[in-house]
């Protein structure tokens, strides 16, 4: 009996730590997450490009390490993605793609990770991206990626913004209106506490666009 308790312990140790070996360092993803906010809202022109540019290089590395680790590929797409629009043209190409394969790899592990912040992502990119052939530009696969984020978590500021702006794009301006109103009054999550003054100043400025073009 001894002997089988003994084999159950090590087996169960043994699970644990594979699991560990398969998540990135939490510290790992705070410091993407907060370089991303410096790069993306502190930053501006050449020196974003810049800092976006090597902050890409850091997220690629963590999501290779930890290749099963839904959080670290979901920052690998939303870092490529914000690389991806800042290079713009037929340079953001192959940025796009890697975005999107992370983003897709993310959702195969776990759809839900981050409120569905790879659906967003992704839905995000299929508006943005240039259309055929540089880009993979899909109305369709941008309003069904946003579907399945608002699925997921309706209540999502970014799932409700990036919707709005998309549908803003469409020249659909009640709805967008609708999600851009429900993006501002949703509750400031702790952890994004340093980007949401400026997403707030984001939702406005579509609020009022979208408002013009309605009237």
Known sequence: MKIARVMALVCCCVVVSAQAADTAPSQDIQNLQHQWVLANYKTNGELRQADL????????????????????????GIIFTSYGKELGGLSSASIN??????????????????HG????????????TPGWPTGFADKDKAQENFAKALEIAPNDRDANYY??????????????????????????????????QQRRQQVQKAIDKASAKSA
């Open 163 to 196: 919707y709005g702006e998309f549908l803003l794009q469409q020249k659909q301006y009640n709805q967008a209106l609708a999600a851009l109103h429900k993006a501002m009054q949703t509750a400031d999550e702790k952890s994004m506490a340093a980007v949401a």
């Open 117 to 128: 912040a790879a659906y967003t992502t992704l839905g995000t990119l299929y508006y943005r």
């Open 97 to 114: 793609k890697q975005a999107r394969l992370a983003l897709q790899q993310a959702i195969n592990i776990d759809p839900k990770v981050m």
């Open 53 to 76: 540019s090597v902050l890409a290089s850091k997220a690629k590395k963590i999501a290779d390490k930890y290749p099963n680790d839904p959080k670290a590929l979901v920052w690998k």
